[in-house]
């Protein structure tokens, strides 16, 4: 609202502020398209990978709301902790074998995103809390009962295999390039995607070596900085 006064510039009057649970259907409407753009946008912005990942993670739920008879958006604590179950009495990626815990728990965070994002669930935060507590119990029962399950934790990389992939790169431009990724990647803890998105410009001088410039990262951008050190090749 605007009020002219003689002599002077017109004083705006604001609009009186509205509460957003005093908000008419048309602007909640409005907000609620705004929030789905966002939504999508961000999760067309994921990586390949997960993307794909959590399509298998939203496949497998409504494979278990089949069998079960949960209807496929009840997304609750109570229905992602028999999801836990019903995925702990599944066979595993080898024969004979039952589910890992790891990907159990990765089809829960899965299904969650799912849902949020692809479905427009409003869900509170710490849904799957419930059903990585259920894990956990099964998973302690089967250490109790010396079970295991997975592939379990991978083998280190140790400098002597560091040493024996380095001596087994040809001498020539591809064994140099070849011998200088594989020691970058050890060098910055990285992963291959990581390291695969690296230019040479990413790379400076450093007083104590190289200052590697992770830029493409999964988890958060950083440089590190990686020192000189000498070892004879084997």
């Known amino acids: 609202m605007t009020e002219y006064q003689s002599g002077i510039e017109p004083v705006i009057t604001p ?5 957003p649970e005093d908000f008419d259907a048309a602007t909640r409407a409005t907000l609620d398209h705004i929030g789905g753009q966002a939504v999508q946008v961000v999760a067309d912005g ?6 794909n990942g959590y399509a298998q993670d939203w ?9 079960s008879g949960v209807p496929l958006l009840a997304v609750t604590p ?12 599944q066979p595993g990626w080898k024969k004979n074998t039952f589910t890992a815990p790891s990907t159990i728990d990765r089809r829960g965070t899965g299904t969650v995103v799912s849902a949020r ?18 894990r956990k119990q099964l998973v302690k029962e089967m ?7 997975g592939r379990g934790q991978a083998l280190p990389l140790l400098v002597d295999h560091l040493t024996r992939i380095s001596a087994a790169c040809p001498d020539n431009l591809m064994g140099m390039r070849d011998r200088a990724m594989v020691l970058m990647h050890f ?20 007083p104590d070596g190289l200052l590697a410039d992770m830029r493409v990262s999964k988890i958060k951008p950083r440089i ?3 020192c000189r050190r000498t070892r004879e090749r084997a």
């Open 117 to 134: 994002t692809d479905h427009g669930i409003r869900l509170e935060e710490g849904m799957a809390r419930l059903a990585r507590n259920r």
């Open 59 to 67: 496949a497998s739920w409504a494979k278990f709301c089949g069998e």
């Open 78 to 89: 109570g229905t992602l902790a028999m999801f836990v179950e019903w995925l702990w009495t």
């Open 143 to 149: 250490e109790e009962n010396g079970e295991q399950r």
């Open 46 to 51: 994921r990586p390949a990978n997960t993307r």
């Open 187 to 206: 060098a910055v803890a990285g992963r291959e995607h990581e390291i695969a998105a690296n230019r040479v410009r990413d790379y400076a001088d450093d």
């Open 224 to 226: 590190v900085p990686v």
């Open 15 to 19: 609009a009186p502020l509205v509460r």
